[in-house]
């Protein structure tokens, strides 16, 4: 029998959300009130227009000086789509030819900016060179963000969470970065928000989500482990007709070219030559410390086991669906050795199926102010780690785990009550 709908189990009474919290259950109202969540985010989204105002300013009243373009890292999405519409996709994956590319775009040198993304991701980026590069670049972030911002709302239907998504610091370095992690985020959003529901759907998005393998490994597990055979048939069937696809479209070559750039990009990081401050996995935390490449991977293993672990006791057993849903997320951060700060707008879906949890159930003291924290890490590479020169941020994705999980079981200990589920 399917765990995630069965006819008639075990649940706790849940209602529907229709606000975000203002006050906890004690007497006295909590100090984040409902006008604190809109004065906050609004003044988030000014800070970012002052910003691109800054920018642009530079930009266009000191043309003399170099500025280094917004969104540099679309730059390999672009120049990759160029060389697949002319025939040559393999080279996507050749450095010097993809630099050459780059450079022509912006008509300005560039640094290392690699192809490292499976054959799958080329069908995404495929017709991208149809268009100036900052067109692109503009109409792909545009779209993603507006994504992001439905794939929240999905979770938490509220007009509040709307505002919150878009303020999200995550989602503005998406922005600035040039990067996929907004689509990689709303993909698991609508994947986990569509599981009960339509889980092949479901599954659909799982499977897109392999275009970045390395964040959708614990997702296969965690259908596995709830027995959502559907769910897990629709992922399996749309990787494999993927990769088949991309193979078939852009040749067999690509497929061991990216294995080599993965490679590459793993001695980058063995020697430093990636900004580890902006890597938040245990295997940065250990380099940064001065630990061995073997014994950064050995934490890096056990990161990765105990994330696993985490998802099969969350998901063997009957809980409370959103909290098993923030805590795949939360454990797919910890798993590669292989992540970046931008990868972190996946902190936006697990804040959305935590407080749709919380604002049914109740909170508990400090989750609320450690959500905040949560909000805010993905900066810290770059306002923090970057001058400090420990990489904490894998510890904020634990220890939000370890909460998770606590919940979870403090949970399973609770009564409950025999109710049919919904739609009966």
């Not at 009474?13 to 906890?24: C, F, K, Y």
């Not at 003399?64 to 990759?80: K, R, T």
């Not at 017709?127 to 938490?156: C, D, E, N, Q, V």
Request: aromatic content about 12%; glycine content about 4%.
């Amino acid at each position: 029998m399917n765990s995630i709908s069965p006819r008639k189990q075990l649940v706790r009474h849940e209602r529907p959300a229709v606000t975000l919290p203002t006050a906890s259950p004690a007497r006295r109202q909590h100090w984040l009130s409902g006008e604190r969540l809109r004065n906050y985010p609004v003044l988030a989204l000014i800070c970012y227009a002052l910003f691109v105002v800054i920018y642009l300013y530079k930009a266009v009243w000191h043309p003399h000086e170099y500025i280094s373009p917004l969104a540099m890292d679309f730059l390999p999405f672009w120049s990759s789509s160029y060389l697949a519409l002319h025939g040559h996709a393999v080279d996507a994956y050749n450095l010097n030819f993809l630099t050459k590319i780059e450079s022509g775009a912006i008509s300005h040198p560039v640094g290392i900016l690699p192809w490292l993304y499976p054959p799958t991701f080329l069908l995404f980026v495929y017709l991208f060179a149809l268009l100036p590069w900052k067109i692109a670049a503009t109409l792909f972030l545009g779209g993603t963000y507006a994504l992001f911002i439905r794939s929240i709302h999905a979770t938490l239907p509220c007009r509040q969470a709307i505002l919150i998504a878009a303020a999200f610091p995550g989602a503005a370095l998406v922005a600035i970065s040039g990067q996929n992690g907004l689509l990689t985020a709303s993909l698991a959003a609508l994947g986990l928000a569509l599981l009960r529901r339509r889980p092949m759907m479901a599954g659909i998005c799982f499977g897109l989500l392999c275009m970045k393998p390395h964040l959708a490994v614990l997702f296969p597990l965690a259908l596995l482990c709830s027995r959502s055979w559907r769910a897990l048939a629709a992922l399996a069937l749309t990787a494999v007709s993927m990769l088949g696809v991309a193979v078939l479209v852009f040749g067999t070559e690509t497929l061991a070219a990216f294995l080599h750039n993965a490679g590459m990009m793993t001695s980058y990081m063995e020697t430093g030559r990636v900004a580890l401050a902006r890597i938040p996995t245990v295997f940065a935390l250990a380099k940064l410390a001065h630990a061995s490449s073997a014994l950064a991977y050995v934490a890096q293993g056990a990161s990765a086991l105990l994330a696993a672990a985490a998802v099969v006791y969350a998901w063997c057993r009957e809980s409370s669906y959103p909290l098993r849903a923030a805590a795949l997320i939360c454990a797919s951060l910890l798993v590669s050795p292989y992540l970046f700060d931008y990868d972190l707008a996946w902190y936006g879906v697990l804040i959305a199926w935590y407080c749709k949890y919380a604002m049914d159930r109740g909170w508990k003291r400090c989750e609320r102010e450690w959500l905040i924290v949560v909000w805010l890490a993905p900066l810290a590479g770059v306002l923090v780690v970057t001058h400090v020169k420990f990489q904490f941020m894998p510890l904020i994705s634990a220890i939000t785990l370890w909460m998770l999980i606590r919940r979870i079981a403090l949970e399973r200990r609770e009564p409950a009550i025999l109710r049919p589920s919904p739609g009966e």
